[in-house]
């Protein structure tokens, strides 16, 4: 989580809004971000909103100071989110282009209820950050994503990746234990995946397990190995 994010000012300009979903995404990736590369232009562009949009609702829903303050926050994020799809004008960046892939795609309604549903009890101490948790979070984001119900294990892959993240926080690397939890996680949660999630999934594999053995972020050199052998996977 990026730490107290805020809700960004008033801005129609689509090109704005993209560079700075684009800075968002790309720092909460962070060593993941290179997978960004191994997809279409627009999905990418699909992705980073999409990022930037669920940072901030659960930035609300964990910020400091009272329940009423973070659900009120979740609330206009979620009334902002539904004017913004109906067509109403967007003056937030985010909220810009999530209209726009709107009109390209329409967005997944019952993944986003989700997203939110989860917030809100991250808002009210309901919920944990357990694993269970992560995958109702992670399937929940990656069918917003694609527009479809997709398959749980997808969930358990996306959860093994935001415990490395938070892993990766704490500035250690992983016990042997965990190590091993994290790739039985990523190897149970790729499954055969369709292009081209199958090489992003072979990307953020390679990524994972390379980094939880350390507390060194990866090379330009390293990088780039996995990229090409997550192409020719």
Do not use: Y
């Not at 149970?188 to 953020?204: D, N, T, Y």
Request: charged share 30%; with cysteine; net charge positive.
């Amino acid at each position: 989580m990026l730490d107290e994010l805020r809700e960004p000012l008033e801005d129609h300009d689509p090109e704005h809004a993209e560079k700075l979903c684009a800075e968002i995404a790309r720092a909460a990736l962070g060593d993941f971000a290179p997978a960004l590369l191994l997809i279409p232009a627009a999905t990418r562009r699909r992705i980073r909103v999409l990022t930037s949009f669920s940072l901030t609702l659960f930035d609300f829903a964990l910020q400091r100071g009272l329940q009423g303050d973070r659900l009120a926050g979740i609330n206009r994020w979620e009334f902002a989110l539904e004017q913004a799809l109906e067509g109403e004008p967007a003056g937030q960046p985010i909220f810009v282009l999530m209209a726009a892939e709107e009109r390209l795609e329409p967005w997944r309604r019952e993944a986003l209820d989700r997203l939110f549903a989860i917030a809100r009890r991250r808002a009210m101490g309901r919920q944990s950050a357990g694993d269970a948790d992560l995958r109702t979070l992670s399937n929940a984001f990656a069918e917003a994503l694609v527009g479809k119900r997709l398959d749980p294990r997808a969930g358990v892959f996306g959860a093994a990746l935001i415990r490395l993240r938070a892993l990766r926080e704490e500035e250690r690397p992983a016990p042997q234990e965990e190590l091993d939890r994290f790739a039985r996680s990523l190897e149970a949660g790729s499954g055969p995946l369709p292009p081209p999630w199958g090489r992003v999934a072979r990307f953020l594999q390679l990524a994972a397990l390379r980094l939880a053995r350390t507390s060194c972020p990866l090379g330009f050199a390293t990088r780039m190995a996995f990229l090409l052998r997550a192409r020719l996977f």
